[in-house]
């Protein structure tokens, strides 16, 4: 079964780890042809590539977003946060 065509300039993420999933399957089913296990190795490379490349952009675009000063990193907002309330066995066990 061959992995769903991808378009370099269209496909999502997730299309590209189905791709490679798809890819992985059919290297570790052991039924391909050394050049059909070739072939399927080099999608898999071409693939997971395009994966690096939307996983990037993606970090670009937070690093944008948090550098314009309209959000914050989620450490930040974390340690900002205050501290959880005490659950009622915290209460009782500290009331005089």
Avoid: C, H, N, Y
């Avoid at 993606?58 to 659950?87: I, K, Y």
């Amino acid at each position: 079964m061959a992995a769903e065509p991808t378009s370099d300039t269209t496909a999502s993420f997730e299309a590209v780890l189905r791709g490679l999933e798809g890819v992985v399957e059919r290297l570790e089913g052991g039924d391909l042809s050394l050049e059909d296990s070739l072939a399927a190795f080099e999608e898999g490379i071409r693939l997971a590539r395009l994966g690096t490349e939307r996983l990037d952009a993606a970090e670009r675009r937070v690093e944008e977003l948090l550098a314009d000063g309209t959000a914050q990193p989620l450490s930040d907002a974390a340690g900002a946060a205050s501290p959880p309330a005490a659950s009622a066995d915290e209460k009782e066990s500290t009331a005089p």
